[in-house]
């Protein structure tokens, strides 16, 4: 506060309002003004707001942050991540048998499975599937599961969207068939022993 030489608070001539000392910029004058309470007010209840909400959502954990919520609400409803193809759960699939859908399975496994898998199935990239071990589970369900949905954390994506629901059955009959043959050069065992 600004005082004069009679020991005195000096005060705008205008508004009456208290002058700061000290604060004179080019003969201009800053009052001594209190924020509104309004502002006061939401600036505290601001800062017990964010106070409050690290302690729920970080220090106690007591509530699940949007995403997680988000997530769960998604489960309960019985739906999946988008982007993310559903998992294959109908355990009474059957391979397909006749020789036009295992013929059409193979021309699918030369042009998009053979990169990974060479052409006999010993493995390359991907696992070897002519032996009698699984990373993914043995039955023909879990082989249409696996195309589905795919392993990116192994480097094989999801077919979903590049191949039909028949085109999927169809190599999945196919990759079947080559359980038991002895390809040359096979990757060696890797996952679970078929039972």
């Not at 005082?3 to 208290?18: A, Y």
């Not at 030369?110 to 009698?132: A, F, I, M, R, S």
Request: proline share 6%; hydrophobic share 40%.
């Amino acid at each position: 506060m600004k005082m004069n030489e009679n020991n005195t608070v000096e005060k705008d001539e205008l508004t009456g309002d208290k002058l700061l000392a000290g604060h004179d910029y080019d003969n201009i004058r800053e009052l001594d003004n209190n924020l509104p309470k309004w502002w006061v007010w939401l600036f505290i209840i601001t800062v017990v707001w964010g106070v409050a909400y690290v302690i729920v959502y970080d220090v106690l954990k007591a509530a699940p942050y949007q995403q997680e919520e988000w997530k769960n609400e998604m489960a309960a409803a019985g739906t999946v991540t988008p982007g993310q193809p559903a998992a294959v759960t109908d355990t009474t699939l059957l391979a397909l048998t006749d020789q036009a859908s295992l013929d059409a399975g193979k021309d699918i496994w030369l042009k998009q499975c053979k990169v990974c898998h060479l052409e006999g199935g010993q493995g390359l990239v991907g696992p070897n599937l002519t032996d009698d071990f699984s990373i993914h589970g043995c039955k023909y369900y879990n082989v249409v599961n696996i195309i589905v949905v795919g392993a990116p954390e192994k480097g094989m994506i999801s077919w979903k969207a590049q191949l039909t629901d028949d085109q999927i059955k169809k190599v999945s009959s196919y990759v079947m068939t080559l359980k038991g043959t002895t390809p040359p050069n096979p990757k060696a065992p890797q996952g679970d022993p078929c039972k």
